[in-house]
């Protein structure tokens, strides 16, 4: 008597271009009705307001997933100084605010910020506390403490620069980190760590691959993400850690 046949599956890798305003939830909802597959996990969160690489793993292929993880990834992103957000990014209420820091106190404290590093979680993320997603806490009102987590930044590298009035006002840098750290965080700890307080206005990344596939039309109706300012100075110092 014949064996019946397997149904066909789909295994493998997809490269999704994530633009403004979608999830990375998102993102897997549409390729699980598409291929007709719920085995389908991603290598690393994107925030809804970022845009960039998002590597989806299909089938068999999430078996990979644990070997991704910590994999360096380069992020580009803008964080703007003067006053720090309850979300960290651009898209929260500001909850503190302080003097613009001079370009020297902002490249003195880049040092602190390499190597691996005990970095404290955002209250609004996915992180689980009791048992309860940690936005939803910080959504209801609720004070949300986050143990530090050990993350590793390898390099920064210091592009644009807008100055005001003798300081910092937002900075563009290019940041590269292993799995599990939040940019957004970094940015944060950056002002404070300058004597200023700091959030993200934009983030790119992980660096797309030109071979990424753009979501359907329907996403790419989204609102864009703030323009730089400009025009901005431009310098260029690289900060690494010990290699």
């Known amino acids: 008597m014949p064996r019946p046949s397997r149904p066909e599956t789909t295994d493998g890798l997809l490269l999704v271009d994530k633009p403004v305003g979608v999830s990375s939830h998102d993102v897997v909802a549409v390729a ?128 644009a620069v807008t100055e005001r009035d003798g300081g910092v006002e937002a900075m563009v840098v290019e940041i590269t980190c292993g799995g599990g750290t939040y940019v957004r965080s970094l940015a944060r700890d950056l002002g404070r760590s300058c004597g200023s307080a700091a959030h993200l206005i934009a983030s790119v990344g992980p660096r797309a691959a030109r ?11 989204c609102r864009r993400g703030p323009a730089r300012s400009g025009p901005p100075s431009m310098r260029s110092p690289t900060f690494r850690g010990r290699s």
């Open 211 to 221: 071979s990424a596939s753009p979501m359907p039309s329907r996403s790419r109706r």
């Open 32 to 159: 699980r009705r598409a291929l007709g597959t719920s085995r389908i996990g991603h290598a690393g969160t994107l925030d809804p307001f970022a845009t960039g690489l998002l590597v989806l793993l299909i089938g068999r292929a999430t078996r990979l997933l644990p070997h991704l993880a910590g994999e360096p990834k380069v992020y580009e992103a803008t964080i703007r100084f003067g006053a720090e957000t309850d979300t960290e990014d651009l898209g929260g209420t500001v909850i503190r605010e302080a003097p613009l820091p001079t370009l020297a106190a902002v490249h003195a404290a880049l040092p602190g910020l390499i190597g691996t590093i005990e970095q404290v979680p955002p209250a609004y993320s996915a992180k689980r506390v009791a048992g309860r997603r940690a936005y939803d806490l910080a959504r209801q009102g609720e004070a949300v403490a986050l143990a530090p987590v050990p993350v590793t930044i390898h390099r920064w590298r210091v592009g």
